[in-house]
């Protein structure tokens, strides 16, 4: 059982735009920490989507963005494509576990 | 061009030790904290392990807290991570990752590619 809750899936078809999840707590997500989100392509190492809430590495296509709002954050992704398809995961650090936290992840699959 | 390459996975027995490398290049070593993360077979991301810049502070997951001993050596350039009293349940891939201070927050900004270790007997 993680400590951030995610989708185990959600799904879109090309052009379509879909949001994942993430809900923490006042530990987490709530004290407030930063909420970061990082893609996995199959085979592959993660790789640093989305920094500090809401914010884009360069390099990332401005189709992905973040939000948080209370205990929850949110990745949207817009004018889907077919190489969005991969696991997607939001990490935090957690106060009352003192260590840092992913949920636990969510499968994209674009129809 | 930074890289981080991890090494020294394999099959090992139950109850035995393993010693993870992570050989850092293409930035100043000391200047950043390291992490430990690990993913078993079809599963998501599990942070095992922290150290600071320099080596000071230490924090672990209560998965392996009093196992595994997370430390870094700044004349190789390289993290690493000394498992003992391995389980079955510790069959993962294991990155290292880089702490990048951006905007105000840290994030996991470079990861290896990942060595895997299989605990089985």
């Known amino acids: 059982q993680s400590v951030l809750t995610q989708p185990p899936s959600v799904s879109g078809a090309p052009g379509q735009r879909v949001t994942i999840s993430c809900t923490g707590s006042s530990s987490n997500i709530g004290a407030p920490h930063a909420v970061h989100w990082y893609q996995q392509l199959p085979g592959t190492a993660p790789k640093l989507l989305i920094h500090g809430n809401t914010n884009r590495p360069s390099g990332v296509p401005d189709r992905f963005s973040g939000s948080k709002s209370g205990t929850s954050a949110s990745l949207a992704i817009t004018g889907l494509q077919a190489e969005d398809d991969a696991d997607y995961y939001c990490q935090s650090y957690d106060s009352s576990l003192s260590g840092w936290v992913f949920g636990g992840g969510t499968k994209l699959t674009v129809l | 061009q930074v890289h981080l390459v991890e090494s020294g996975g394999g099959v090992v027995q139950p109850g035995r030790s393993l010693r993870l490398s992570c050989a850092a290049s293409g930035f100043t070593f000391t200047d950043y904290a390291l992490h430990w993360v690990r993913q078993a077979p079809?599963?998501?991301?599990?942070?095992?392990?922290?150290?600071?810049?320099?080596?000071?502070?230490?924090?672990?997951?209560?998965?392996?807290?009093?196992?595994?001993?997370?430390?870094?050596?700044?004349?190789?350039?390289?993290?690493?991570?000394?498992?003992?009293?391995?389980?079955?349940?510790?069959?993962?891939?294991?990155?290292?990752?880089?702490?990048?201070?951006?905007?105000?927050?840290?994030?996991?900004?470079?990861?290896?590619?990942?060595?895997?270790v299989i605990v089985s007997s």
């Open chain 2, 42 to 116: 079809g599963k998501g991301l599990e942070w095992l392990a922290f150290i600071s810049y320099d080596a000071v502070r230490q924090q672990y997951a209560d998965s392996v807290k009093g196992r595994f001993i997370i430390s870094r050596d700044s004349s190789r350039n390289t993290l690493y991570l000394q498992m003992s009293s391995l389980r079955v349940e510790d069959t993962a891939v294991y990155y290292c990752t880089r702490e990048d201070p951006l905007g105000g927050s840290y994030a996991f900004g470079y990861w290896g590619q990942g060595t895997l």
